[in-house]
């Protein structure tokens, strides 16, 4: 039983910073692949960042549209993965979501998700 809580989020002016936290329980944290989506307004959910398990050596990707402003990063000690977003745009503006990929089979397990919204 796995369960994902997402926080952080909030309004912020463009050009500012926030930090989202999610804190998983029910299973292996650092079996698990983590990653941040969002969903903007009218949009599809689309895939921000990801940090692999300790299987790969905790490698991270990210959306080509946050490269260089968006950093994640996982605290295994505390099952919690964070995504530190600086450089905030109004186009940022989105529900973020937490995923966590799960071996052996990959399914896919989400967070109810936090709002961000930068201002103009």
């Known amino acids: 039983q796995v369960q994902l809580v997402e926080s952080g989020g909030g309004l912020v002016q463009a050009g500012g910073s926030l930090r989202l936290a999610c804190v998983a329980s029910?299973?292996?944290?650092?079996?698990?692949?983590m990653g941040w989506y969002r969903q903007a307004p009218g949009s599809q959910r689309e895939l921000v960042a990801t940090?692999?398990?300790?299987?790969?050596?905790?490698?991270?990707n990210y959306a080509d549209s946050v490269k260089g402003r968006f950093t994640i990063s996982r605290d295994n000690a505390k099952n919690t993965v964070y995504l530190q977003m600086n450089s905030l745009k109004p186009e940022d503006t989105a529900v973020y979501y937490c995923?966590?990929?799960?071996?052996?089979?990959?399914?896919?397990?989400w967070g109810k998700g936090t709002l961000v919204t930068v201002s103009l």
């Open positions: 940090i692999s398990s300790r299987y790969t050596g905790y490698s991270t």
């Open positions: 029910g299973s292996s944290f650092s079996n698990n692949a």
């Open positions: 995923n966590m990929r799960s071996p052996p089979s990959g399914m896919d397990y």
